[in-house]
């Protein structure tokens, strides 16, 4: 079943890259309290995320930020250091956090996976952004067919939060 507005976030294991290395961190830390902003990516280093989906966020976290929003999330299922690396790579400063779901457990406990093993890519997240305040989904924008980057951008939230 898919996570709709009005549900709450369940808790899995993801994953975030520290100095330390890479370190767990349950879904419920990091998006239980204030107003949190994730979108999900297909896969970090694809077109479409690397061209349109990060760099939406990345031209928009100030105005996120200025909106009411406590933090800005980036979900993959990818390896933590592919998602540093994709962060690095993209100026992605402290105002996104970049986090591994390497396993796709969130992805699953939210209904959003999707089976891109045609394209070698295995199981991975459909696109999607929502808004989270104080552990409870209150804005759900997924793309319809899970790869496009229509309705799920920086700019479509900021539009939706106004609303």
């Not at 949190?36 to 280093?45: D, K, L, N, R, S």
């Not at 031209?59 to 690396?85: E, K, Q, W």
Request: proline share 6%.
């Amino acid at each position: 079943m898919t996570i709709s507005i009005g549900d709450r976030i369940p808790d899995a294991t993801l994953r975030i890259v520290t100095e330390a290395g890479p370190e767990p961190i349950s879904s419920g830390e990091l998006l239980a309290s204030g107003r949190v902003v994730v979108f999900a990516v297909p896969g970090a280093f694809t077109p479409t995320c690397s061209q349109v989906h990060l760099p939406s966020y990345v031209d928009t976290a100030r105005d996120l930020s200025a909106a009411g929003v406590d933090r800005i999330v980036c979900i993959a299922v990818n390896d933590p250091f592919v998602l540093a690396a994709w962060g690095a790579a993209h100026g992605v400063g402290p105002e996104i956090t970049m986090v591994s779901d390497g396993n796709g457990e969130f992805t699953e406990a939210i209904g959003m996976s999707i089976d891109a093993s045609r394209a070698g890519m295995g199981l991975r997240s459909k696109r999607y952004a929502m808004v989270i305040e104080d552990g409870v989904v209150t804005t759900f924008l997924p793309e319809e067919d899970g790869f496009s980057a229509l309705v799920s951008t920086g700019q479509c939230v900021l539009d939706a939060m106004a609303e």
